[in-house]
């Protein structure tokens, strides 16, 4: 049976965080800083000591303080497999021009960031800031190039986006230095000023550029700090964080073969209908009967039926077919209420059309069905296709389609609405998804990643046959049956093996369930050649058109009136802001090319 079918995805969610000020214009986003002094102690267990004293100029750019940014991991550029990671600690900030000093520090994925100052205040004036904090990871013990202790560190990394003017960074250490550089620039490979004297070098640049950065580089004799070593972790790559061993091997392919069976066990247990054992399919226990009742265990065989099951209406017997109330399902009740005289159908033969109330007493019509009419007409006498277009039909479909699943539920066809009994499973799947991705994330940083896709896997297969969930009672198969029979009657009925009903105007009274079967065209092409041979009329008095009696343009038709209705809907946009990282480094200082650390900042 081929129908129409709407599909609803879940999507992921995500969260942002987006700093926004209300500032005057400027030529630049971010105050320059006029000065920038940074004195570093290192001690002998390798712990650089960092004191800056800054003048942040918010005279040019009005601002609530600075923001500094500090990275906790840096890709090893000789190693690409590993990272280093830094550990900071005991962060003070102060302020000797009386600034606000409020420092809140947050952390996201690899950086660190230091936000000063407070929303209600902005500052227009400049203001002096203290910043201390101690951090390890920045020295090299006997680098293999240099054969020395190198403190390799940028004293401003690439993420400022703020203007420096008169930037002095002095570093000292607990042995002689004996050898300095300094390089500052995009790239960190133009040269700035450095000089040293015993324990202790200077490193100078008169100004930089947003984004630029500076490095400083100074070289004790090996083991000065005691040959300590640099923190590394594994760094998660593509490459290796979903490494196939036999042991990541053997434990994901086990998983594999426990995540399907495990599908194959859910669907067999508890998305199987319930039938009436020990009775022919389509038949009910008699009044007074008790019937046994099990679960559905292969397909059970046809009969024809010349007519649709009792009580039954084309939508609700659309909805039993394929446990969703899609728009032909709704198209189709819009046609049965036609034939059954409550309106009339008026086409223009070019795929638009009039509904025209007829003002017959609703009281015999399903609650659905006297919604639906109201939605459409909403007191008016008449409802063009392009109307219903407009966004005040927008609710005229989910009614509809919430009233069929009500009425399918009262008839007891299903225990509960199909919609929420679907939605467990994918609610379940969604959680053991997002749990395997977070058991692959975390493996993976152990090379283990392929261990955790098993668990997504098993999610997948529950959101995959969430739909088996929207099981039919033993008395709703048993209608299925009959609706199936029926269909197969519609399906192949030729005009030698109609059977009619005397009074009865079959045609009409049956279409609307051929249009739920997908077979509309084939019906109204079978009587068309019976009037065409005069050997039926049907009684088209629900329908003024020039198309009724050709199959392709009238189905179309009816299609036309299906989508008219589900045009009216709203559209959402999300924007999104992104952050960079700071550089990398892993080779000798005194080569240039950035070293550890950096970060960035500015104000805010």
């Not at 006997?142 to 401003?156: C, R």
């Not at 299925?480 to 269909?487: I, N, P, S, V």
């Not at 809907?569 to 090319?593: E, I, K, P, Q, Y």
């Amino acid at each position: 049976m081929t129908k129409m079918r709407a599909g609803l995805a879940a999507l992921l969610l995500a969260l942002m965080t987006v700093w926004a000020v209300s500032l005057p214009a400027a030529a630049e986003d971010s105050a320059p800083i006029s000065r920038y002094h940074v004195d570093v102690n290192l001690t002998e267990q390798g712990v650089a000591q960092i004191r800056i004293d800054m003048v942040m100029d918010f005279s040019v750019v009005a601002g609530r303080g600075p923001i500094l940014t500090f990275p906790l991991r840096q890709a090893d550029g000789a190693n690409p497999d590993e990272n280093y990671v830094f550990d900071y600690s005991n962060f003070t900030v102060s302020s000797p021009t009386g600034a606000n000093a409020n420092a809140v520090q947050e952390r996201d994925g690899d950086l660190m960031a230091i936000r000063v100052g407070r929303e209600d205040i902005v500052n227009r004036q400049p203001h002096n800031y203290v910043i201390s904090y101690d951090v390890t990871g920045f020295i090299v013990s006997d680098h293999p190039t240099s054969g020395l202790d190198e403190f390799n560190w940028d004293a401003i990394g690439p993420g400022w986006r703020s203007r420096f003017s008169d930037v002095r960074v002095t570093v000292t250490g607990p042995a002689a230095i004996e050898q300095t550089a300094c390089f500052h620039g995009p790239d960190t490979r133009t040269p700035c000023e450095s000089s040293q004297s015993g324990n202790t070098a200077e490193f100078s640049v008169a100004s930089l550029n947003p984004r630029e950065r500076m490095q400083v580089v100074a070289g004790f004799p090996a083991l000065t700090f005691g040959g300590v070593e640099q923190q590394k972790e594994r760094r998660v790559t593509a490459a290796n964080a979903f490494e196939l061993t036999p042991t990541t091997g053997a434990l994901t392919g086990a998983g594999l073969v426990a995540a399907l069976a495990g599908v194959f066990a859910i669907r067999r247990r508890h998305a199987r209908d319930d039938v009436y054992l020990g009775l022919t399919p389509g038949l009910l226990p008699a009044a007074g009967e008790t019937a046994n009742i099990g679960q559905q265990s292969g397909k059970y065989p046809v009969t024809v039926q010349f007519h649709p099951p009792k009580g039954a209406t084309p939508g609700e017997i659309g909805t039993l077919m394929d446990t969703t109330a899609d728009n032909i399902d709704v198209s189709a009740t819009i046609v049965d209420l036609a034939v059954r005289h409550y309106l009339r159908i008026r086409s223009d033969g070019k795929n638009e059309f009039v509904l025209e109330a007829l003002g017959k007493p609703t009281n015999e019509l399903a609650p659905y069905e006297k919604r639906l009419l109201a939605d459409i007409f909403q007191g008016a006498h008449t409802r063009t296709s392009r109307q219903l277009r407009k966004a005040k039909f927008a609710e005229v479909l989910p009614n509809a389609r919430t009233g069929l699943y009500q009425a399918v539920v009262d008839k007891g066809w299903f225990k509960s609405n199909p919609t929420t009994a679907q939605l467990v499973p994918m609610m379940l799947g969604g959680l053991i998804i997002a749990a395997g991705v977070m058991a692959t994330l975390f493996l993976a940083q152990f090379g283990w990643g392929l261990v955790g896709i098993p668990l997504a896997v098993l999610g997948i297969g529950l959101i995959a046959i969430s739909g088996k969930f929207r099981k039919r009672t033993a008395r709703g198969s048993a209608y299925l049956a009959q609706a199936k029979g029926f269909e197969l009657y519609l399906r192949t009925a030729e005009k030698e093996t109609l059977q009619f009903e005397e009074g009865e105007d079959i045609f009409s009274k049956y279409l609307p369930y051929a249009m739920v079967f997908g077979v509309a065209d084939r019906w109204t092409t079978l009587f068309a050649q019976l009037g065409e041979q005069g050997l039926y009329r049907a009684d088209t008095s629900w329908y003024v058109g020039a198309d009724l009696m050709h199959g392709f343009y009238f189905a179309n038709a009816m299609n036309n009136l299906t989508h008219s209705m589900s045009d009216a809907m709203n559209a959402a946009r999300m924007d999104g802001v992104s952050a960079a990282t700071a550089g990398s480094s892993g080779f000798s200082g005194f080569s240039g090319g950035g070293g550890f650390g950096g970060g960035g900042g500015g104000s805010w």
